[in-house]
């Protein structure tokens, strides 16, 4: 049983890991899609939307479909889809032709973050302790990876497909393979999971739904605005301006490898109020750092905040619903594309019409407030923590190879 453990968790990080990689190969190479598909800057924005509501969607239709598939085998699936439609998008010279790329995209990237969070809370529970922010650790480590090939392509003046094909080539076969031994949990029957998705346990998961869309609001901020930030308001070299999001996809991996020690020590009340007052201090010093090198310590400290309130927001949901663990976190997953959606705009807007020093004391805000919802992420009927964990469980469910 250790060994299905085991293999269970190694082939699921491996997934993280993949989807980490894909996911940084399209967002960072936006501009060279915008020039490969001849999008104007007025309609570039309306394609970016699509991406993040159409995940939703996906998202959406996996808390209804887990009722009768396993998430392994929504993730088995979607997981190729989601790659073959990043392979779409650099292969393509026709609009219409990235819209259905970035459509297929959306969608499967909703069944994709979905199930595999599923996967990783109902392997936590079989493990009896913290080990979600493992997960997302490797997820961060395919960022960073993904980040630095799209720099190589644009460094050697690669063509898209070029570019995406060797990885498609390698990834795809991987992770059908590595499938076979992703271990399903017991997540409750199909009439307990549906219940989950109902209002009186909405109002329950509302906390956490928050602390998500807090979450992505300052995560969006960086990705999106750091560059900018660095450059227009502290002066600093175009050069110099790449530096802050990679240090921050840095500190996150940093953050999340040690963060399951944190947790199991301190528990995760204490883990998440301490990332999300580190996370507001960041953003106070990036918005009175008098220079670049001060804004990026700035942004090294959102990073490590940060790091740790999504994990442990899908791992409180699995918690806090254990007869329907899988449906919570297909819902509480929305609000990872509600954050995204909402953050970039809203400080664009306010940097537009105010300043960006002043907008970035919005997402500060916003993150401040997860301390006041952080008891939403104690122990209910488990407790993955130092001195309090569980034994681990007998039956894990089985194996993707039994269904």
Same mark, same amino acid.
């Given at each position: 049983?250790? *060994?299905?453990?085991?293999?269970?968790?190694?082939?699921?990080?491996?997934?993280?890991?993949?989807?980490?990689?894909?996911?940084?190969?399209?967002?960072?190479?936006?501009?060279?899609?915008?020039?490969?598909?001849?999008?104007?800057?007025?309609?570039?924005?309306?394609? +970016?939307?699509?991406?993040?509501?159409?995940?939703?969607?996906?998202?959406?239709?996996?808390?209804?479909?887990?009722? !009768?598939?396993?998430?392994?085998?929504?993730?088995?699936?979607?997981?190729?889809?989601?790659?073959?439609?990043?392979?779409?998008?650099?292969?393509?010279?026709?609009?219409?032709?990235?819209?259905?790329?970035?459509?297929?995209?959306?969608?499967?990237?909703?069944?994709? *973050?979905?199930?595999?969070?599923?996967?990783?809370?109902? +392997?936590?529970?079989?493990?009896?302790?913290?080990?979600?922010?493992?997960?997302?650790?490797?997820?961060?480590?395919?960022?960073?990876?993904?980040?630095? +090939?799209?720099?190589?392509?644009?460094?050697?003046?690669?063509?898209?497909?070029?570019?995406?094909?060797?990885?498609?080539?390698?990834?795809? @076969?991987?992770?059908?393979?590595?499938?076979?031994?992703?271990?399903?949990?017991?997540?409750?029957?199909?009439?307990?999971?549906?219940?989950?998705?109902?209002?009186?346990?909405?109002?329950?998961?509302?906390?956490?739904?928050?602390?998500?869309?807090?979450?992505?609001?300052?995560?969006?901020?960086?990705? /999106?605005?750091?560059?900018?930030?660095?450059?227009?308001?502290?002066?600093?070299?175009?050069?110099?301006?790449?530096? @802050?999001?990679?240090?921050?996809?840095?500190?996150?991996?940093?953050?999340?490898?040690?963060?399951?020690?944190?947790?199991?020590?301190?528990?995760?009340?204490?883990?998440?109020?301490?990332?999300?007052?580190?996370?507001?201090?960041?953003?106070?010093?990036?918005?009175?750092?008098?220079?670049?090198?001060?804004?990026?310590?700035?942004?090294?400290?959102?990073?490590?905040?940060?790091?740790? +309130?999504?994990?442990?927001?899908?791992?409180?949901?699995?918690?806090?619903?254990?007869?329907?663990?899988?449906?919570?976190?297909?819902?509480? /997953?929305?609000?990872?594309?509600?954050?995204?959606?909402?953050?970039?705009?809203?400080?664009?807007?306010?940097?537009?019409?105010?300043?960006?020093?002043?907008?970035?004391?919005?997402?500060?805000?916003?993150?401040?407030?997860?301390?006041?919802?952080? !008891?939403?992420?104690?122990?209910?009927?488990? !407790?993955?923590?130092?001195?309090?964990?569980?034994?681990?469980?007998? *039956?894990?469910?089985?194996?993707? /190879?039994?269904?």
């Amino acid at each position: 049983m250790t *060994d299905v453990l085991r293999r269970g968790r190694a082939s699921l990080a491996f997934g993280f890991f993949t989807q980490g990689v894909a996911f940084a190969l399209l967002v960072t190479r936006i501009p060279a899609v915008q020039e490969r598909y001849g999008v104007s800057d007025a309609l570039l924005p309306v394609f +970016l939307a699509a991406v993040p509501v159409l995940a939703g969607c996906g998202s959406v239709a996996t808390e209804r479909l887990v009722r !009768r598939i396993r998430p392994s085998r929504l993730l088995r699936w979607s997981q190729p889809v989601v790659l073959l439609a990043l392979l779409g998008v650099g292969a393509g010279d026709q609009v219409a032709q990235l819209a259905l790329a970035l459509g297929v995209f959306g969608l499967s990237v909703g069944a994709l *973050d979905a199930s595999m969070n599923m996967l990783g809370v109902s +392997l936590q529970r079989a493990y009896g302790r913290s080990i979600m922010l493992s997960f997302h650790a490797v997820y961060s480590l395919g960022g960073i990876l993904g980040a630095s +090939l799209a720099w190589a392509g644009a460094h050697w003046e690669l063509a898209l497909w070029v570019s995406y094909l060797p990885v498609v080539l390698v990834l795809l @076969p991987a992770t059908l393979v590595g499938s076979r031994w992703y271990v399903d949990g017991e997540s409750g029957s199909a009439g307990e999971a549906a219940g989950a998705g109902g209002g009186v346990v909405f109002r329950v998961l509302l906390p956490l739904c928050l602390v998500m869309t807090f979450a992505y609001i300052g995560d969006s901020t960086v990705s /999106n605005w750091s560059a900018k930030y660095v450059k227009d308001v502290l002066g600093g070299s175009e050069q110099l301006a790449t530096v @802050p999001y990679n240090v921050y996809m840095v500190t996150t991996l940093v953050g999340r490898a040690l963060g399951d020690l944190g947790v199991r020590r301190l528990g995760a009340v204490a883990v998440v109020r301490l990332g999300a007052l580190v996370a507001a201090g960041g953003f106070v010093v990036v918005a009175a750092a008098p220079g670049a090198w001060t804004g990026m310590l700035g942004f090294t400290l959102v990073g490590l905040g940060l790091c740790v +309130l999504v994990p442990q927001t899908f791992a409180a949901a699995g918690r806090l619903f254990p007869g329907g663990s899988d449906a919570a976190i297909a819902r509480l /997953n929305i609000f990872n594309y509600v954050g995204f959606l909402v953050g970039s705009p809203l400080v664009g807007a306010l940097g537009d019409a105010w300043s960006y020093r002043g907008a970035m004391l919005v997402p500060m805000a916003l993150v401040l407030v997860t301390t006041v919802y952080a !008891r939403s992420f104690g122990p209910g009927g488990d !407790r993955y923590g130092g001195g309090h964990e569980r034994p681990r469980t007998v *039956d894990v469910g089985r194996g993707s /190879n039994g269904l």
